[in-house]
């Protein structure tokens, strides 16, 4: 499993490359997780679209269009535009493949592809991705991050990430990028330990999300005390306990995003 992640990523950063790097062109939030992760994202979407940041969304899979997966500033891409989107990324494969005759167009390699060119033509001040399986060797982790963050770690994909806990927990802590926040949950001491080493190990900075020291869940609301970011009571807008941990991580890239400059803040 680990080859065929090694390979796949390859491939995705070479046709990255024949397409002039897109990512490049704005800073990535990436986010993993077995559970939560399309919320989180979701979520810090809405922190910058209120604050009046051009974002990008990409959440998978999608649940009634492909259209779900290119989200910029709320608004789903256009037919024409994930039309002229597809003619864009055939012609990369096409000079990709002309380059390297071994090379294969894959669906998965071709829509982050597609996906991170979207972001630039939308001309976004930040992309929001959410990770696929795993998170070590998802197509999504080609990129760059400003900001990572890890939701929830359980048995998931085991028979490409696992057998155990803690081979999961390696697979999702692979998104961790040098200098960049690494923000996760305290959770099962296993899990942590693993998250833990694995960012030391690359230079990412730590931010481990304690209940009742940097947020609480009382009285089915959350309350947040970051930096830039501070409220209390908030009940957002997906309904759940899980949905409270999930918008504290989500309030906690937010409040990384603004000590990294972006115009975020929450007082309350």
Known sequence: ARSRGEER?????????????????????????????????????????????????????????????????????????????????????????????????????????????????????????????????????????????????????VKTLGPTIRDIAWHKAGIFKPDAPAIMLETRADVLEVLLREAEQVGARTRVLREDADFSCGGGGLTFRGEAIRFEGCRPGMAGRHQLENAAVAAAIADELAMAGFAIAVQD
């Open 9 to 157: 990523l390859g491939r995705i950063r070479a046709l990255l490359e024949i397409g002039g790097r897109p990512d490049r062109c704005y800073p990535v939030v990436h986010i993993a997780g077995t559970s939560g992760k399309g919320s989180v994202a979701t979520f810090v979407d809405a922190f910058c679209r209120e604050a009046g940041i051009a974002s990008g969304l990409h959440t998978t899979p999608y649940l009634q269009t492909p259209l779900e997966k290119l989200i910029s500033q709320g608004r789903m891409a256009t037919p024409q535009e994930f039309r002229d989107l597809v003619d864009w990324v055939l012609g990369v494969q096409s000079e990709l493949t002309r380059l390297d005759p071994a090379h294969e167009a894959r669906y998965g390699s071709s829509w982050v592809a597609l996906t991170l060119e979207y972001f630039r033509r939308a001309g976004v001040e930040l992309a929001i991705l959410e990770a696929g399986a795993g998170g070590r060797f998802d197509l999504t982790n080609a990129v760059d991050s400003l900001v990572t963050a890890v939701t929830s770690v359980g048995h998931d994909h």
